[in-house]
């Protein structure tokens, strides 16, 4: 929740800024697939967490399980391509990361799909992002976490050891190469207390 006067909260968001990217490490996952991460790459990611939090209009899905219709156990928000972000370092992040990568993924970041995972019980099933072009094409799905860490855990299709990174407080993960393919990511439930997350993932064109 938002704390003190809007005032007191400017001064805060206004710490709110991007590293550089010159410290990503990449990690080679196996079958093409890849992953580069990068510690803390925004300052300031509570500030962002709260303003998100509050200012985004967020949806609770619900979807049809078998005989039930169930909630979805996080909240969303999905901006298309030349959509107004929430707040401008989404859009200087985008930006930042469309610059990196330009030379190897070919064609910019468009879109930015927010997550909203309010305590341990929200989560997401195994899955690779591959509604759309992922499916078929290797492509880049970046993803910039504020609020508590949670864990992203990726384990390849068919079976095989997990790779767990714990990402919050404006850490930053881009899975690459054929990684929506051959690979899978779920945020499993946490049992331990874990506080409230927002991960915005900003992918190509065509990439869901
Ligand atoms: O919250 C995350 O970091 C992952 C979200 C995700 O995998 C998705 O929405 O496709
Ligand atoms: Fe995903």
Redesign the pocket.
Same mark, same amino acid.
């Given at each position: 929740m938002l704390q003190g006067s809007l005032f007191d909260q400017a001064d805060r968001i206004e710490e709110t800024a991007l590293g550089g990217l010159d410290g990503l490490r990449r990690t080679e996952l196996g079958s093409g697939a890849w992953i580069d991460v990068l510690p803390g790459w925004l300052h300031g990611a509570d500030a962002l967490f709260e303003l998100l939090a509050e200012r985004v209009p967020w949806r609770a899905e619900r979807r049809q399980m078998y005989e039930r219709v169930v909630d979805v156990p996080r909240l969303l928000k999905f901006y298309g391509a030349g959509q107004e972000l929430p707040h401008p370092v989404l859009g200087a992040a985008r930006d930042a990361l469309s610059a990196h990568y330009a030379r190897e993924l070919g064609e910019p970041f468009t879109t930015a799909?927010l997550?909203y995972?309010r305590d341990g019980r929200d989560s997401?099933a195994w /899955?690779g992002?591959r509604i759309g072009r992922g499916a078929r094409e290797n492509t880049m799905v970046a993803?910039l %976490?504020v609020g508590a860490p949670r864990d +992203?855990v990726l384990r390849p299709v068919g079976g095989g050891p997990a790779v767990r990174r714990a +990402?919050g407080h404006g850490d930053l993960i881009v899975m690459g190469g054929s990684c929506q393919r051959t690979w899978e /990511?779920a945020?499993p439930k946490s049992t331990r207390a874990a506080g409230p997350r927002i %991960?915005v993932?900003f992918r190509p064109h065509g990439v869901r």
């Open positions: 799909g997550c995972y997401v /899955h992002d993803i %976490s +992203l +990402l /990511h945020i %991960s993932q």
